[in-house]
């Protein structure tokens, strides 16, 4: 299944690498934001169907925000995928979970299969063990 996904990512290196990775499995990646301002331009001017949300960014720790934001406001599935997920205790409404950094490809590509599934309605659909789901 293809998707349109939003990559919010201030290291340049990670943000390239998961846009290779989810390209090569026939995703689209409809931008990369390194800010807050960023995220949301993007998420004006493109639908979305999942968001990869790093918590600090280049204008500071604004993307638990910035994902709620995109989930409540723009529909979009979102997963964090950050260093710090221990700043994220009791998660964040209307989000999937938390991978944590460094990762895999391998994690990646399950998380994203799983956020999917969990979009269209599969609600029989584990969580990847390298995810820590939200409710």
Known sequence: MSA?????EDEWVVAMELEM?????????VGIAADADAAREIALTNQLD????DIHLAD???GMEVGRELANEHGATVVYVTANPGLMREGIAGTIGVLPK???E???LSVVEYALRRRL???NVSPPEALR???
């Open 106 to 108: 391998e994690s990646i």
């Open 133 to 135: 789901a939200f409710g």
């Open 21 to 29: 990775l989810l390209t090569d499995q026939g995703h689209s990646v």
């Open 102 to 104: 460094p990762t895999d």
């Open 4 to 8: 349109r996904i939003l990559i919010v």
């Open 60 to 62: 500071g720790p604004t």
């Open 121 to 123: 309605g599969d609600q």
């Open 50 to 53: 999942l968001a990869l949300v």
